[in-house]
Nanobody, 123 residues
Framework: VQLQASGGGLVQAGGSLRLSCAAS????????TGWFRQAPGKEREFVAA????????RYADSVKGRFAMSRDNAKNTVYLQMNSLKSEDTAVYYC?????????????????WGQGTLVTVSS
């Protein structure tokens, strides 16, 4: 499966952005999909994931209550709605997919990765 992330940009603190991850080649609903981010000089970290089987979601504590992940099977796309953005949310955001049905916060457990999309939050 090929993944294409989009929707990044520059936003003021407190604002919102919606990231999209469009898949091609395979039906994304058959994969667990995750969002990760990497800030300059830092390791890639887990943000959110949605399982293919039950559609259950999982979030990092740092984004819980502010970010929401969803999927549109008809469009073969997953989304990350980001609200109440903070300067510390600034990073390159990546979407990833894995064949197993359970969510995971471990980057190495994902089989496919899209290119990143840059989110910059100004304070």
């Amino acid at each position: 499966v090929q993944l294409q992330a989009s929707g990044g940009g520059l936003v003021q603190a407190g604002g919102s952005l919606r990231l999209s991850c469009a898949a091609s080649g395979r039906t994304l609903s058959m994969y667990t999909t995750g969002w990760f981010r990497q800030a300059p000089g830092k390791e890639r970290e887990f943000v959110a994931a949605i399982s293919w089987s039950a559609g259950s979601t999982r979030y990092a504590d740092s984004v819980k209550g502010r970010f929401a992940m969803s999927r549109d099977n008809a469009k073969n796309t997953v989304y990350l709605q980001m609200n109440s953005l903070k300067s510390e949310d600034t990073a390159v955001y990546y979407c990833a997919a894995r064949k197993l049905s359970t969510t995971s916060a471990t980057p190495t457990s994902y089989d496919y990765w899209g290119q990143g999309t840059l989110v910059t939050v100004s304070s």
